[in-house]
């Protein structure tokens, strides 16, 4: 790649850059992002390593809301209510 000297103009550029910003709006999406939030997580490198894809990922993640909601699950009681004791 031959370095770019410090005058070249922005007519210089590839065919594929170009593109015509005079009617883009800047900061179109940032206040629904403020408010909605974003969809990306940040996954620790180790972790990741461990997934090969985002479907790895979601299954990994189905599995531990379904253990954790079995095991919710077994510390209730049958009826959802206590139970009182009978005093002879």
Same mark, same amino acid.
């Given at each position: 790649?031959? !370095? @770019?000297? +410090?005058?070249?103009? !922005?007519?210089?550029?590839? +065919? %594929? #850059?170009? $593109? *015509? $910003?005079? @009617? /883009?709006?800047? =900061?179109? #999406?940032?206040?629904?992002? @403020?408010? %909605? =939030?974003?969809?990306?997580?940040?996954? *620790? !490198? %180790?972790?990741?390593?461990? $997934? +090969? *894809?985002?479907?790895?990922?979601?299954?990994?993640?189905?599995?531990?809301?379904? $253990?954790?909601?079995?095991? /919710? =699950?077994?510390?209730?009681?049958?009826? =959802?209510?206590?139970? @009182?004791?009978?005093? /002879?």
């Amino acid at each position: 790649m031959k !370095p @770019k000297s +410090p005058n070249e103009s !922005p007519s210089d550029l590839r +065919p %594929e #850059y170009e $593109f *015509d $910003f005079s @009617k /883009a709006t800047r =900061g179109r #999406y940032a206040k629904r992002l @403020k408010t %909605e =939030g974003s969809n990306l997580v940040l996954v *620790d !490198p %180790e972790l990741a390593k461990s $997934f +090969p *894809d985002s479907a790895s990922v979601n299954a990994a993640l189905r599995s531990v809301i379904k $253990f954790a909601q079995i095991s /919710a =699950g077994l510390t209730k009681h049958s009826s =959802g209510r206590a139970t @009182k004791r009978r005093t /002879a």
